[in-house]
């Protein structure tokens, strides 16, 4: 039952991410091109999404468990720290060649778009490189349990 | 040009919302692609089955639309391959370090009132606009 309310969820973000163009590399490019072809229909994704999560969680996270798990996984960290920051700008000169973020390109596969393969490969590795770097460093030992996102 | 398209856009984005509602309802996660996707590269998260089968609705409802709904997703990717494979590589560093992408800190993150979401959104939207800026307005386009 677990996993298919986690397929069911994963279907209605797919379908999301398709609708609202998230999908398309060129078109988030665009939302970011100011002084060229300029297309602001991203910020209408976020905002439609924002409007029901804001909500959506705030009826959800008043209730005293999720319904297969006894505790909400929340991230736990609150202050602002360097890998962060450089995380973060790092991530978006990726995103900025590319056009795909992580959630836009994940549903592209099932438009069965070579690009979006080539970029996964890409990224699981780069995930995979951080993360032993991460691990050598002794950064964090469980980084994704800690993920914000 | 890409067309715009805020009905469907702005329609897109609720279910996005409604994606991330559910899965924190029902399963207690937030709806972010970068924690699901790394507990389920080796070594796996042992919870790596609920990812999984996330990760397999998502891919599949594409699919579904364009294959059996006969709705075409427009798609473009004017990307060269290599270039593919350094951003990818620097998107992985990148989303792996800053703890996040888009769907994690800029929904999940911000619908939370999360001080660092807030600040990685910010953070990566600026880097993101610069990157756009010098690759289209400076460099004229990658090859």
């Given at each position: 039952?677990?996993n298919i309310t986690a397929l069911l969820a994963g279907a209605v973000f797919g379908t999301g991410i398709a609708i609202s163009g998230m999908i398309n ?78 959630g836009g390109s994940i549903p592209a596969l099932g438009l069965a778009e070579p690009?979006a393969l ?32 | 040009?890409?067309?715009?398209t805020?009905f469907a856009s702005?329609l897109g984005?609720t279910l996005i919302?409604l994606a991330?509602?559910l ?29 999984l089968a996330f990760l397999a609705g998502a891919v599949a409802a594409p699919a579904l639309i364009t294959g059996f709904g006969g709705y075409a997703i427009p798609f473009h ?67």
């Amino acid at each position: 039952m677990r996993n298919i309310t986690a397929l069911l969820a994963g279907a209605v973000f797919g379908t999301g991410i398709a609708i609202s163009g998230m999908i398309n590399p060129a078109k988030v490019q665009n939302f970011f091109d100011l002084a060229g072809t300029w297309d602001p229909s991203l910020a209408f994704v976020m905002t439609g999404a924002l409007l029901v999560t804001f909500v959506g969680y705030r009826l959800v996270l008043k209730r005293p468990a999720p319904v297969f798990d006894t505790s909400f996984h929340l991230p736990a960290k609150k202050q602002l720290d360097l890998p962060l920051l450089a995380g973060a700008a790092t991530f978006g000169i990726g995103w900025g060649i590319t056009g795909f973020c992580p959630g836009g390109s994940i549903p592209a596969l099932g438009l069965a778009e070579p690009s979006a393969l080539i970029f996964i490969a890409a990224m699981v590795v780069g995930i995979a490189l951080a993360r032993i770097t991460g691990n050598w460093r002794q950064a964090s030992a469980s980084v994704d349990a800690d993920a914000d996102g | 040009m890409t067309e715009f398209t805020p009905f469907a856009s702005f329609l897109g984005g609720t279910l996005i919302g409604l994606a991330a509602v559910l899965l924190m309802a029902l399963h207690g996660r937030i709806a972010g692609m970068t924690g699901i996707l790394s507990g389920l590269i080796p070594p796996t998260a042992p919870d790596w089955t609920w990812r999984l089968a996330f990760l397999a609705g998502a891919v599949a409802a594409p699919a579904l639309i364009t294959g059996f709904g006969g709705y075409a997703i427009p798609f473009h990717s004017g990307v060269p391959a290599p270039w593919l494979v350094v951003g990818g590589l620097i998107v992985g560093i990148g989303v792996h370090f800053g703890a996040g992408c888009p769907s994690g800190h800029s929904v999940c993150g911000i619908a939370r009132l999360s001080r660092r979401s807030i600040t990685a959104t910010l953070v990566f939207m600026a880097s993101t606009a610069v990157t756009v800026f010098i690759v289209r307005h400076v460099l004229g386009g990658l090859s």
